[in-house]
């Protein structure tokens, strides 16, 4: 089946633009999360929904940031007024609850191959 | 000091040289996972485990909760291990992943 995908895979923007970055998890999978990730450096959490709601936004670095996940599929991470910071990997990933589990335990992450942003 | 830490950061060896890559941590987790990441490619999940060993093909990953250590090991080597691998954890009741930084394994034919 589909694995997780990420539109567009490059996003090349200047200073102070908008920009949207898609995630379109696995099927039937309901937590999803993104995260981002610098040169050199392993990726940091940015946030994670349960459903359509953000169970944690404690990653979001500042208010330009937000995303957003109506029907509790597909995901859309927003960033206003870009800075030259921002320019990073980002990447989403979406896991399922184990078959049974009534509590908030997940199985592994299945990570998308990311949205390469660069900020001129 | 970061919550993950990995060593070594980098690592180069031959092919069929035996592969060690350790992982400490200095928080409650309720997982570890391990990944893999090739350049200019997405991260596969490798392993997630929470206690004891698991083994698939070549690899092997540990993890000893009280000493709050990992390890990743590569048996038989081969130059299309060569990728950075990555330690990252489920502190306590969270669901999101603390990473580390990552070791990038270079294996020479």
């Known amino acids: 089946g589909a694995g997780v995908s990420q539109t567009p895979s490059n996003k090349v923007t200047e200073k102070g633009k908008y920009v949207e970055l898609r995630c379109d998890p696995i099927?039937?999978?309901?937590?999803l999360y993104w995260y981002r990730q610098s040169l050199g450096q392993g990726p940091e959490f940015l946030i994670y929904?349960?459903?359509?709601?953000?169970?944690?936004d404690s990653g979001l670095p500042n208010d330009r940031f937000f995303a957003v996940r109506p029907e509790g599929s597909v995901s859309t991470l927003k960033i206003q007024r870009t800075e030259r910071g921002d320019s990073a990997v980002y990447l989403c990933?979406?896991?399922?609850?184990?078959?049974?589990?009534?509590?908030?335990?997940?199985?592994?992450?299945?990570f998308g191959p990311g949205t390469r942003l660069t900020v001129l | 000091k970061n919550e993950v830490e990995q060593s070594p950061q980098n690592l180069t060896a031959q092919e069929g040289e035996f592969i060690t890559i350790n992982c400490s941590y200095s928080?409650?987790?309720?997982?570890l996972h391990w990944l893999q990441q090739h350049p200019g490619g997405g991260i596969v999940s490798l392993f997630m485990l929470s206690s004891g060993k698991k083994k698939h093909g070549r690899l092997i990953a540990t993890i000893n909760i009280q000493e709050k250590h990992s390890s990743l090991h590569i048996t038989a080597s081969h130059p299309r291990d060569s990728a950075v691998y990555i330690c990252?954890?489920?502190?306590?009741?969270?669901?999101?992943?603390?990473f580390g930084q990552g070791t990038r394994l270079t294996i020479n034919p």
């Open positions: 990933a979406s896991s399922s609850k184990p078959p049974g589990s009534g509590g908030s335990s997940y199985n592994e992450q299945f």
């Open positions: 990252a954890v489920r502190v306590g009741g969270a669901q999101k992943l603390v």
């Open positions: 099927s039937g999978h309901t937590a």
């Open positions: 929904f349960q459903g359509t709601g953000a169970a944690d």
């Open positions: 928080v409650g987790i309720s997982a």
